[in-house]
Every structure is written in structure tokens, then in C-alpha cells.
């Protein structure tokens, strides 16, 4: 545990911040843990507002009713340690801020196991329930660049400024310009002119006026000889090490991410390889020829495309999908214009009379989405390849014309059973 008391313009806070033992550990240290921590709470002035923040591992539940203690909006079931955790804010006043707040599940979890497949509610922010009603807000924060397994938990007070008595202070003079030889000769001069001022004032004035006289001449010549005294520094509120650390961990994290251009490349080699065709390439398979991307042979015995089939193709096309390459959404195809299936049905025709596919439709589109969490394997991504929907029309009429052709197929080969 580890205490932090602040004496500020608002009101003294105690922020207290904890890592309880893990659920496996025995029961004699968990209530050594609580001891330690009621222990510390009760030496904190009743005024105080007084915080108790971290890794409790311990899940109170949702739809709990101690309203007083905490709110419905925990995550899953609350176990053992959970409870005891309940009990120990019952004892002690304090209210679990970030279950009394709804907010959606993925902004309640504090913890999620290596995969993702587990998430819990482990980490609480405490405060004394004469402070709950300024918590206006208590939530975890998951993506934060934090370097652990558990989000960030954050709360969000609003707090009455009280007011301080204005206190006079003090102009400090800057006494170690003394030290300084040359400083020192020219506050002696100076001195000395303004002192020769004060001597008919010797006897004609009282003690009393005379000291208040010498006083404000010494003053003053300080004053305008050595200046006010710098101000000292305020401490850090975090060393320069950690920063140094910090910096380090971000340098290391750029190293490991590889380059863009890098990363190109490794996701051409794996796009390649995940739709490549294993099969052997014959003389009567697709032959590219260098120089022209998606050649098709030519076919004089393939039979026309006929209208209807263009029409039926478009029909099929799916509404509301993102568009190719091309960024011709589908909707622009099914209007029902005829001129629009004229043009495409001499356009399939002519690919088939010619063997050659149009260069625009070999483009795709690859949307990549992560399996696990945070990987940068290609292996451990979903790969969306979004095509044009101009080009779905002629793949779709050639998948129709296979499919008539293996129905017949199937048909004469079940005539025997």
C-alpha cells in the first residue's frame, strides 16, 4: 500500500493506493490486507475526503442493492472476495464509485485475460460516502497506453472551493548575491550614501523614528542593490528517470512495430499466398501473359450473354455493401435503366469474345481485422478483399451457368441409384 496525503485550496485528500492478494491466496492474508487498510482509514481525520484506489482482485457483481456501499452497475457474478469487499465498505463508510455509474459493459471491465476471451471488474476506486455525491463520473478507460493487462479507472469529482485567509508574504531578498564580491562593494556604496541622510536626524529625531528612518533605508537599498531572491523550483511530481523510462518504452514499442513499407510487403506476401491456386495451370486453364494482369483465352464457342442474365445478376447484388476499388456502390447499378444493362452486356460480352479482364477489376480493396487483440502477425488478422460490384455481374452469370451445368451433371449420375 502506498499513502498520499494533499493539503490543498479544496480540502485535504488521502489517497490511498492498494493491490489486495489474488483469489488463490489464503484467507489470512486477505484479512491482513483489509486490517491494513481499515488501519490506515481510521487514522485519517473525519473531515478529510479519503480514497482508496487499485487492484482489489475481487468482482462485487452487477445488480447489487447496497446502495449505500455500491451501485447495480458492477459486471457478471460477484464472488467470494467480492463480498468481503462489500463488508469492508459497510464497515468503513465507503462506496464503490465505478459500479454507480452505467455505462456499457466494455467501459466496466478493468481486466481481460491474454486472448480476450475473459473480461472482469477488478480494479475500484473507494471514497468515504460523505464525498459520494461529488463523484460525478467513474468509469475504466480500455486502449489506454498504460503497459498492463488492466485499463485505467478513472473518476471525476467536482469539489466547492473553500476559501483561505489571504496571508502577507514576505519579498525575500536575494542574500547570496552578498557572496559576490563585486554585488557586495556596490550594496556598500550605496548604503553609505543613504546613511549620510540620517545623520541630522540623529539628534533631532526619537529613538523610535530614527530605527523606523534606518530601516526603511536598508531596505530599500537592499531592495535595489541585490533583488528579489529566485523562486525555488517546485518538486517534480514525477522524476526524471521515469521519464527517461517512459521514453525508452516508447522507443522500443516503435522498433518492434516494422515500417510501413515493411508492412506492405508482408501483407502482399500473405495475400499472395492466402489466394493463390494450388492447382496446375494446363493449356486450357487461365494463361497470363506477361505484361497484361488478368488475361483470360479467348472463347468463340462460349455461348452470348444475353440481357436477362445481366439483369438478373444486378438484381442479386446486395444493397448497403462498400463499394471496390472502382468506389461504384451497388445502387448505382440497380436503378433499372436499361441503357445500364445494355452497356454492361456488351461490356461481359466483349471480356468473353476477347480474353481480356478489365485491369480496374483485378484491384481489391483488403480490410484487415484482428483476431487477438494488439497482433501484428498476418496469420492473426481477417481479410475482407472488397471487389468492384461492376465485376460481380459477369462472376455472377458465369457462377449461374456452372451451376445449371452441375445440376444436369449431378442428375445423370444419381439416374443410377
Known amino acids: 500500500m502506498r499513502t498520499l496525503y494533499k493539503a490543498g485550496m479544496l480540502d485535504n485528500v488521502t489517497r490511498e493506493m492498494v493491490y489486495a492478494p489474488t483469489a488463490d491466496a489464503p484467507d489470512e492474508e486477505i484479512e491482513a490486507f483489509y486490517d491494513q487498510l481499515q488501519q490506515i482509514l481510521l487514522e485519517c481525520p473525519s473531515q478529510d475526503m479519503v480514497m482508496a484506489a487499485g487492484d482489489f482482485n475481487a468482482k462485487v457483481g452487477a445488480g447489487r442493492d447496497e446502495r449505500e456501499v455500491c451501485g447495480p452497475f458492477g459486471l457478471e457474478t460477484a464472488n467470494e472476495r467480492g463480498e468481503r469487499l462489500v463488508e469492508f465498505c459497510q464497515d468503513n463508510g465507503m462506496y464503490i464509485t465505478n459500479t454507480g455509474f452505467k455505462h456499457h459493459a466494455r467501459r466496466r471491465y478493468t481486466w481481460q485475460a491474454p486472448g480476450g476471451r475473459y473480461r472482469n471488474q477488478m480494479d475500484y476506486i473507494l471514497i468515504n460516502s ?27 469529482l467536482r469539489l466547492r472551493i473553500k476559501r483561505n485567509a489571504q496571508r502577507n508574504r514576505r519579498n525575500h531578498l536575494n542574500l547570496a548575491a552578498l ?12 548604503a553609505n550614501n543613504r546613511f549620510e541622510a540620517l545623520n541630522p536626524l540623529e539628534e533631532e529625531s526619537t529613538p523610535d523614528k530614527f530605527c523606523t528612518a534606518f530601516n526603511e533605508e536598508i531596505k530599500s537599498t537592499a531592495a535595489k ?12 511530481w514525477i522524476r526524471q528517470s521515469k521519464l527517461d523510462l517512459m521514453d525508452r518504452r516508447r522507443d522500443l514499442k516503435t522498433q518492434r512495430n516494422t515500417t510501413d513499407k515493411e508492412m506492405d510487403g508482408r501483407w502482399k506476401e500473405h495475400c499472395e499466398k492466402l489466394y493463390s491456386d494450388n492447382l496446375d495451370v494446363g493449356d486450357n486453364q487461365m494463361n497470363n501473359t506477361p505484361g497484361e494482369e488478368g488475361s483470360l483465352p479467348a472463347s468463340d464457342t462460349f455461348p452470348e450473354i444475353l440481357e436477362s442474365e445481366v439483369d438478373e445478376a444486378i438484381q ?19 436503378t433499372g435503366n436499361p441503357t445500364t444493362s445494355k452497356l454492361l452486356c456488351k461490356l461481359c ?17 483488403f480490410i484487415i481485422i484482428p483476431k487477438v487483440p494488439g497482433t501484428i502477425d498476418c496469420s492473426e488478422h481477417r481479410t475482407i478483399a472488397l471487389i468492384s460490384h461492376v465485376s460481380k455481374v459477369i462472376l455472377r452469370i458465369l457462377l449461374r451457368r456452372m451451376e445449371r451445368v452441375a445440376e444436369q451433371e449431378f442428375c445423370r449420375g444419381a439416374d443410377g441409384f
Do not use: F, M
Not at 557572496?179 to 550605496?190: D, F, G, L, Q, T
Not at 442479386?316 to 440497380?334: C, H, S, T
Open 130 to 156: 460523505r464525498w459520494r455525491k461529488c463523484v460525478i463520473n467513474s468509469r475504466s478507460y480500455p486502449g489506454l497506453d498504460c503497459g498492463s493487462d488492466h485499463n485505467a479507472v478513472i473518476a471525476t
Open 349 to 365: 460480352n466483349k471480356i468473353v469474345s476477347t480474353g481480356q479482364w478489365s485491369s480496374g477489376w483485378v484491384k481489391s480493396i
Open 225 to 236: 542593490t541585490l533583488g528579489k531572491a529566485p523562486r525555488r523550483a517546485n518538486h517534480p
Open 316 to 334: 442479386r447484388l446486395p444493397k448497403n455493401k462498400a463499394a471496390g476499388a472502382d468506389n461504384i456502390p451497388a445502387e448505382l447499378l440497380k
Open 179 to 190: 557572496e559576490i564580491p563585486a554585488v557586495r562593494e556596490k550594496y556598500k556604496i550605496e
